[in-house]
């Protein structure tokens, strides 16, 4: 009996290569000129470290702007310059419709269940863990954003409930929390931070924001996530950066050696430590764009395209600039950190 039936990416075989370069990546490419001002794959520190860091495969995880297109052109770039075919991680939100998940799982994505209560979550967090162990043994790249959906307001942080579902096994054993920091060095985590110039889904974002703090209970609609998602790929992206960065391996091995009693705290404090250098190597990953005299009236522009009862153009404007501002407000802390000599960063 299968175990991962339900979530495993489908087996396709030699299909898939052959439907990439024939239907998806000139898809892709065509997207490229029609929304973008270029793609481009970039590295944060030394390119060959990073290439040697992801030659026999890669837990590659990265700050989540957009639905579809941030795994979509990540794969794309890795393809075309690697031959890494990533497996991508789906929330079942999602599949508003059923051919949606057909065909994501024929394109090598698996499911990650949402929405369950306790006793379910965790079973299905166990099995989400156990198959992307099973990937990784085999050598297989895969891609998961760094937090259960999209930071709405550029704040990219970590969130330790990824970490702790990957490690879930781990605890489950009760192993020594000494072996901690090894067991997660077996799935050799690689940050990559994805900037766009401009985010097609903004003012979708703040228009949520203001739902939900006038009404605390709202909740997306399938439809809402089936709007971003379209809003997503046919929306003016501008320059858009790619940043791989090097595995998270490296900065356990210098912050272990700078603490080694780092590896006898509870893992909770250890994953804190975790999420910490993966925020670090993403903020410092960004692109920093310029913003001329006319980014005022592009955020008027973008205002103009909520229409929600009570609009407040107060606090819609304040958060569509917090959205741009706050990647730049992280670069610069993590330059700080960078020069404050901080073991565990690259």
């Known amino acids: 009996m299968d175990k991962f039936k339900d979530i495993r990416a489908y087996r396709v075989g030699a299909i898939l290569p052959v439907f990439d370069f024939l239907f998806v990546f000139p898809f892709l490419w065509f997207l490229a000129k029609r929304t973008t001002k270029g793609i481009k794959l970039d590295y ?10 992801i030659q026999h495969g890669a837990f590659f995880m990265t700050n989540h702007r957009d639905i579809v297109m941030d795994s979509a052109w990540l794969t794309f770039l890795l393809r075309c310059r690697y031959f890494i075919r990533p497996y991508i991680g789906i929330g079942n939100n999602l599949f508003a419709y059923k051919w949606i998940e057909i065909f994501v799982r024929f394109n090598r994505c698996f499911v990650v269940k949402r929405g369950a209560g306790a006793h379910a979550q965790l079973e299905n967090s166990k099995q989400l863990s156990a198959y992307i162990r099973m990937l990784r043994e085999c050598g297989k790249s895969i891609w998961l954003a760094q937090r259960e959906g999209r930071a709405k307001d550029s704040n990219d942080l970590t969130q330790p409930a990824v970490l702790h579902m990957l490690t879930i096994d781990f605890e489950q054993q009760n192993r020594p929390v000494e072996e901690f920091f090894d067991y997660v060095k077996e799935l050799n985590i690689c940050p990559v931070s994805i900037t766009y110039e401009f985010d097609p889904c903004d003012y979708l974002k703040a228009k949520e924001m203001q739902l939900k703090r006038d009404n605390p209970k709202w909740r997306k609609r399938a439809k809402d996530d089936v709007e971003s998602m379209r809003t997503g790929i046919e929306g003016q992206k501008g320059h858009v950066v790619y940043r791989l960065t090097p595995s998270i ?15 006898g705290l509870p893992v909770k404090d250890q ?65 700080k950190y960078e020069k404050s000599n901080i073991p565990g960063l690259v």
């Open 271 to 335: 994953i804190d430590h975790l999420c910490f250098i993966i925020d670090q190597h993403i903020f410092r990953g960004y692109e920093i764009f310029e913003r001329g005299t006319d980014f005022d009236a592009y955020i008027e522009s973008r205002l103009a395209k909520i229409d929600i009862p009570n609009k407040d153009e107060k606090f819609l404007r304040e958060k569509l600039y917090e959205m741009y501002n706050n990647p730049v407000i992280n670069y610069q802390k993590s330059l």
């Open 44 to 53: 944060l520190g030394d390119r060959k470290q990073i290439e040697k860091d």
């Open 249 to 263: 391996n490296h900065d356990i091995d210098r912050m272990l050696e700078k603490f080694p009693y780092y590896k």
